[in-house]
């Protein structure tokens, strides 16, 4: 998504900076001689990056992802990773016993715990997650988006800000050690019982986004979309 809304700007228009980077070095907001266009990275809603943002309208995304496939993918990217501090947790380990492990607060609710504040403070009920994520994203975001109906948010995006080029080819994917298809019963029964405010959150988006599909693009919008991306993708690979 970061390179495809990239392709939008131009490069000195363009900022990506995460939340620990920038509480070290704030300065580097003021380093280009524009203020950025398009600044993408993780950041809590209490963040500096909201305190140092000049006081205009802003177009503000997001993207949620189902909890089972970002716990599956959160796994395969720690396991493919040797010199990831929570690497030794994958070790000899299946998927039940890394997440027995507690290696990280993402891998309960992470999703719904950014968005409400509680990720790295203390605890709550699942339902307060849910609905103090769910104000966040409906008051704070100008859109929320799921990474399932990823064409059809392209879209929606195309609609809003003007973009002149969604087409892509996927990159950055985690090798699979564990898919989906991998699980047990027993594996998945957990991951959603770590997950029950995510997965609340995430059928929530779901639904918007298909509201807004349904008014706003029909089906040969999708279709014609779609088919010239994978044309696209097949001459830049050519």
Not at 20 to 30: A, T, Y
Not at 138 to 155: A, H, R
Not at 219 to 228: E, G, L, Q, T, V
Request: charged fraction near 25%.
């Amino acid at each position: 998504m970061e390179s495809i809304l990239a392709k939008n700007f131009l490069l000195s228009e363009t900022l990506h900076i995460n939340a620990p980077d920038l509480n070290k070095q704030p300065e580097i907001l003021k380093l280009k001689k524009n203020q950025a266009k398009l600044i993408c990275g993780h950041h809590p809603m209490h963040g500096l990056l909201y305190q140092l943002l000049p006081e205009h309208p802003l177009f503000h995304l997001t993207q949620l992802r189902h909890p089972v496939n970002r716990v599956l993918s959160y796994y395969n990217y720690v396991a493919g990773k040797k010199d990831h501090p929570m690497h030794s947790h994958t070790k000899d380990k299946c998927i039940t016993e890394f997440l027995q492990s507690e290696p990280s607060p993402e891998l309960s609710n992470g999703q719904a715990k950014r968005f409400s504040g509680y990720l790295h403070n203390g605890t709550v009920a699942d339902e307060t997650l849910f609905e103090v994520a769910q104000t966040t994203l409906k008051q704070c975001f100008s859109l929320v988006l799921t990474t399932c109906l990823f064409d059809e948010g392209l879209l929606l995006l195309k609609k809003r800000l003007g973009l002149k080029d969604i087409y892509y080819l996927k990159h950055n994917v985690s090798t699979r050690y564990v898919s989906r298809d991998d699980l047990s019963v027993e594996d998945l029964a957990l991951i959603e019982s770590m997950n029950q405010a995510d997965i609340k959150l995430f059928n929530w988006a779901k639904k918007n986004c298909l509201q807004l599909i349904e008014q706003e693009l029909t089906a040969d919008d999708i279709s014609s979309f779609k088919a010239n991306n994978q044309k696209w993708a097949e001459l830049i690979q050519a």
